[in-house]
Structure formats: C-alpha cells, structure tokens
C-alpha cells in the first residue's frame, strides 16, 4: 500500500523535532490512533539508532586546521606554475645552437689526428714525449717516468755496476 | 643534423692535412744540436764531501725535486758541453766510468747511449726541446744517486 505523504512528512517532523508544540501534541494524539503511524516512526527510531551505532568514527592524528593547511599546501605545490615569459634568444644563439655540436666534434676529430699518433708511423710522435729505452746489459732494469708539467723525462736504470759513476774523495763513497 | 655533423668532421680533416703541415715543416728544420750534459750525485746531506762539487743550478735542481726520489740535495760533480751535428755521433766522459753517446736524430730528437766502464748500458731515443730535460740516474753508494741531466743550451 502507498503510505500517505502528508503522513509520512508529518511523522518525519514529528521524529526530527520539527514540529511546534501544539503540532506535536497533535499528532501524537494521532499516533495512538494509528497503528501505521506507529509503525512508521518505530521505523524512522531504527534507521536513526541503527545509523549511530554503526557511524565510524574517523578521528584525525592532528589538529583540524593544521590537516588542511597540508592539503592546500600539496594543491598548491602541485598546481602547475604559471608560465613565465621566455626571453627572447639572442642571434648569436643560433649559431651557437647550431655549430657548437659540430664544432666539439672538429676538436675532437683534431685531437685523435694530431695527438694520438702511434710512435714509428709519423716522426712527430717524439714530439709528445714518447721516449724509446733500451737496455744493452742483460741484467739492466729501466723504469721511464715522464713529468709533463715541468718537461722532465726521467730514466732510471738499475745495473750492477751504477755506484762507479760518481767518483768521490770521501771514503764512504769512494769505489773500492 | 647528421649532414652537419659529416660536414664538420670533413672540414676537421682538411684543417688537420693543410694548417698543421707547416708545423711539420718547421719541425723538420735539421741543423746541428747545442747540449749541455751534467753529471749529478744525488744525496741527503747538505754538503759534499768533496769540495770540488757544487750544488746544481736552481732550475735543474727545482726540476730534480720534482721527481719522486727522497734526495734533496743535487751536486754538479761534472760538466760537459757537447754539439752533435745533424744525424751525427758524439761521445763525451762525464767521469773515469761514465760516458754519454749522443747522436742527434734531428728534429730536436736525441738517441743518447749510457756506456759504464765502457759497457753500453742502455739507449734513450727521446724529443729535447728546449727547456727540457732529459735525466738519466741510478742508484749510488750509501743511498745516494747519480744522474746525467742533458738539455739544450740556450
């Protein structure tokens, strides 16, 4: 059966607290008349309880305002910026785009030609401080070492007879 | 964009054959060499036990302690001029057992030949340019040492 509107609307204000006094009055003096109405506000106090019983209770960690400042913090962080104004390239910019590639690559190209040239094909390998040693005794060790900065090249031999190369007049140098 | 890139590679190239042939050139320049051999006692003391030594020039002596040897002190105990004509051979006794064969290669290159109590000990082909030094050094008595230290004379 479809229930009365006027009805139903009345004993939803009544259950609210909606109604003025005397309205109220009225109508619970209906209700103890009708069984339907009865009916329908026992309802209305189930549905009510049965929602606070079964609300969850969703507590923050934190104070109220300090959550929300998070979360307009993180919009905010995440809204894209406002585009800014690109300066205009200057003209020199093109050609700068344009042939510093190639140019790095010449420079590269002139380093491999002219610096890495292996010894005995071009006679300007020397040049680079490439030092050729070779020991004539069969017991003779050298060891090269090569100081750039201050354009010393060093070889030092280990043979057994070395300690006669400086004579000296002091006797604990002096070659026996 | 590759074509650009070929395109710089190539200039790279003919840059390379035609601005440095000149150096080359210059390089080439053959003429007799001017050099200065000195005979160096390395050592920890401050003084020589032999009055006739003297400490080495300081540039020498600056590019000596840039080595990585423990010696810092350098004694000129011999001295030696020697001019080597183009592709020609000289030889010159740095002390009674020590003597330097230096052969100019041209281009400012040296092939030098260390000979100890008239032994050859070991050949050094190496690029002087002037400024340079090119030493040559072993071990001496009573943890000292000795080098043979040739440049160009200026």
Redesign the interface.
Known sequence: MKPDLELLLKVQALHDGELSPAEAERMRARLAGDPAARTLLREMDEVRSALHRYEAECTLPESREFFWSKVRREILQSAPSPAREQPRAPAWAFWLRNFLPAGALALLVLTLIFGLRPAGIFPRSTAMGVVAVETALRDTGAVTYRDEAAGVTLVWLSFADENHFTPFTSPDTLPQ | MHA??I???G???W??AFV?QPV?AV??TRGELKLEAQ?V?GTEDAQ???PKHRPVEREVA???K???FKWPHYFE?NRRSVSVPDQAETTTR?????EIKVKNLG?E?VEV??I??G?????????L?R????????????F?S?FVVIKQTP
């Open positions: 650009r890139w395109i710089a590679a200039l790279a190239g840059l390379g440095m080359d390089a080439q005979l006692w020589s036990p032999d600056r590019k000596l840039s080595l990585p105990v740095m002390s009674r057992d020590c281009r290159t030949t260390l100890g109590k032994e050859p000990v070991g050949k050094v082909t190496q690029k340019p400024g340079q030094l090119l030493v040559l050094g072993g071990n001496a008595e009573n000292t000795w």
